[in-house]
């Protein structure tokens, strides 16, 4: 079955480390975000990307980077941990660019410590 | 910008009962698409229903359903005959064009379902 799934499941790192956390999935979508989820805050777009090698910035980008080199892989990149990242993170990729129903369907989550 | 108001952090309610989850939004764009999301306490976003803002009739998947008014600019869900299994963190969501696939959350509202 096509999926979506993160990599590692759970993190801990140290401030001012570089971490990267990977999103694959299998449903050969073109749209894939990247969001994080903090207490009181709901869910908040980091990044996403629409297609191969294009990227865009959301509500919360300071300190993330993407990259998009395939259709399957959209990693998210902290530069240089902090401690205010320390929170849970979910990928999600959709099928239909431009289209009304154009669903999000998430993976299982990382959830990062920055000590 | 688009803004996703839920209420209520948390709801109550008995096995078999109905329940009603508030979400009103704010936007100035006229296609647009809401969405409703569970997390149980496993972590998972769990995709359950979607609302066209052009759409005539209200959405409904098995015992959700969503009471969308659009003048009002709400888009509640409800859950009929509740149980157990329910107990979770719901979320509302908003895609604000058909263009732009990104999603707006709410903080969502933790319902717990008591026998």
């Known amino acids: 079955d096509a999926e979506i799934t993160q990599s590692p499941r759970h993190k801990i790192t140290e401030t001012g480390r570089q971490v990267t956390l990977a999103c694959h999935q299998t449903w050969n979508h073109n749209n894939m975000f990247w969001y994080r989820q903090d207490l009181g805050h709901g869910l908040r777009l980091i990044h996403y990307s629409y297609g191969v090698q294009d990227t865009n910035k959301g509500e919360v980008s300071d300190g993330y980077s993407v990259s998009r080199s395939n259709t399957e892989d959209l990693p998210l990149t902290l530069e240089s941990a902090a401690s205010s990242q320390t929170s849970v993170y979910f990928c999600a990729s959709s099928e239909l660019p431009g289209q009304s129903t154009d669903t999000q369907y998430f993976g299982p989550g990382t959830r990062l410590t920055v000590l | 910008a688009q803004k996703i108001t839920q209420t209520q952090p948390g709801m109550f309610v008995q096995e078999k009962e109905a329940v009603t989850l508030d979400c009103t939004y704010d936007?100035?764009?006229?296609?647009?698409?809401l969405f409703w999301y569970k997390q149980p306490s496993s972590g998972e976003m769990i995709f359950l229903i979607y609302?066209?803002?052009?759409?005539?009739q209200n959405a409904t998947e098995g015992r959700y359903s969503l009471n969308f008014q659009k003048a009002r600019k709400s888009a509640n869900l409800v859950i009929s005959a509740s149980q157990l299994g329910d107990s979770a963190m719901y979320f509302c969501?908003?895609?604000?064009?058909?263009?732009?696939?990104?999603?707006?959350f709410g903080k969502g509202t933790m319902l717990l379902v008591s026998p």
């Open positions: 969501a908003m895609r604000p064009t058909p263009w732009d696939s990104t999603l707006t």
């Open positions: 936007t100035s764009d006229q296609s647009y698409g």
């Open positions: 609302q066209g803002s052009y759409d005539e």
